[in-house]
RNA sequence: GCGUCCGUAGCUUAGUGGAUAGAGCGCUGGCCUCCGGAGCCAGAGGUCGGGGGUUCGAAUCCCUCCGGACGCGCCA
């Protein structure tokens, strides 16, 4: 769609005189699709060519109306609605999307950029709990559709290995731990012995001293410290990574917070070289009230360092050994404020990478309304939710399609699914509450709807027993075929917004989109029995879907099985 | 107190300067001798939180008030 908008585009601005990108972006959909493909407003025109809207729709209609890509262009009370030749369109979306559907998808703007995302972040021992899902989806979701449009891309995944708490899971280990628990269950267990310490620091304050010494031991390299902390990361690492494997999620780089310790003292000494350190209450901070920010902790009044520390360091190593120009962080809105400040402290030593740092934020997660705590143990595992929508997923495939070859696997695509796509529908922003009334309904606009909708396409194609499709040339579109088309073609703008919002929600409606279309084609227009070369169109058409379907599932991290 | 974000149908939401505010769930009623009914079609359901303003045009931009969430140094 974005090259017949620059033909438009092109004519326009030669008329009017206005800037070519200018137009492109006036160019719109009209409401109804009866009004014609697009739209031109000439209202905002009319000041500066003196005539009025009307009168510049009507000439503008006349220029457009010589284009080969044009089928008539009418003027209606000072909009210009456009109709494209539909079979020269059509076949060049329905070819482009069996043939090339990256370059449907792409015009590779980011070739030559690398790109770092931060995403996941979950902290070892401690419960991996739905809450987690939205950084990791979300990331690996804007790691694919970066990759997608041409960008070098380095996924990453920024443990939280590094802190006090791990004094406290030491002590608490020593006191009441049991290695064959652990390792048959290792984070719950872990995380059991973490709620017990709390509880029982209640009534004795003492174990927070021993907390503290336990840190200050691995902290000072203690070897049955480090042992045991090592064995914690060892331990919760392989339990995340099952998560991951079943969501189909995938990082370039571990990187902890203990990774950077050796490496703050560069940054402290930096900024306090070039004066931005100031002493407040016994802290070193950068002052920021110039920017009406707070200011920015760098080191503790003990000396120590703290976590914008940190996130400079970390934002150092991303840019120089692997060699990000682009630094993105799916971290929730909480931290806003965090990242707007380690951002200018960047800009302050003069880094030219620091605007291109982005803070990918979203909106908590809620459980049937409550907020989770993990402190007060109020978690829910996303192992348990994750397990629930595969067993929903099975029971409905034995209901449905019994004699499916691997239905396990299918299941798990399925399952799965529902649970990604329910969450990644919503614009990032918003809180969601997770319910799963609505997490296992595989109705309506879900998950398993859209790779059904894949699957049902792929079923057409096979009964086809054609390996090869294409568009008959000359066939012209019927009104249906053609709300189908109009929807394919606009790929390539939903990757370009979906990329520069880090929103995979807009993917996800782009998907929905394309569903609705082809099933509203699938139930009007016989494929199979057609006659030619009204059945090539179809199977082209079906075939083009089929492929754009898979690819946009994957920009959002769904498997796309063929059956299920 | 200051700052940021959110408020659209009973519920979840799209639309963020253009034409009659679109969907899904739930509810009511249709559609399988036909390519997969996890589907399709139709219906009921809306003071776009309230009020002011800017504009040819506002759910969208500005101001203000109300409701909710999150931040505002020694956790991350």
Known sequence: MKEIKGVIAAEVAKVSGLDESVVIGMLEYPPNADMGDLALPCFKLAKSLRKSPAQIAEELAASLAKLNEIE???PSGGFLNIRLAKGAFAEHVVTKSINDVHGLFSSERGKGR????DYSAPNIAKPFGVGHLRSTIIGQSIVRMMREDGFHVEGLNHLGDWGTQFGKNIAAYMRWGDEEKVRANPIRELFKLYVRFHEEAEKDP???????YWFKQLEEGNEEAIRLWKWFIEESLKAFKETYQLLGVEFDHYLGESFYTDKMDAVVNELREKGLLVEDDGAEVVDLSEYGMPPCLILKSDGTSIYPTRDLASAEYRHRVLGADTLVYVVGAE???HFQQVFKV???????YAKNCTHVAFGLMKFNGERLSTRRGHVVYLEDVLTKAIEEAAKIIEDKNPNLANKQEVARSVGVGAVIFNDLKTYRIHEVDFRYEDVLNFDGETGPYVQYTHARACSV????????TAWPAGYVPNEIEWGLIVQLSQADETLERAVDEYDPSVMARFILQVCHAFNRFYHNNPILQSDEPTRSARLALTDATRKVLAKALYLIGLDAPEEM
Request: net charge negative; aromatic share 0%; hydrophobic share 40%.
């Open 72 to 74: 008539e262009a009418a």
């Open 114 to 117: 690398t790109a770092v995302v």
């Open 206 to 212: 003492a174990l927070e001293d021993e907390g503290r």
């Open 335 to 337: 931290q806003k404020l």
């Open 346 to 352: 960047l800009e302050l030593m003069g880094r030219d």
């Open 461 to 468: 194609l096979r009964k086809a027993e054609t390996r090869e």
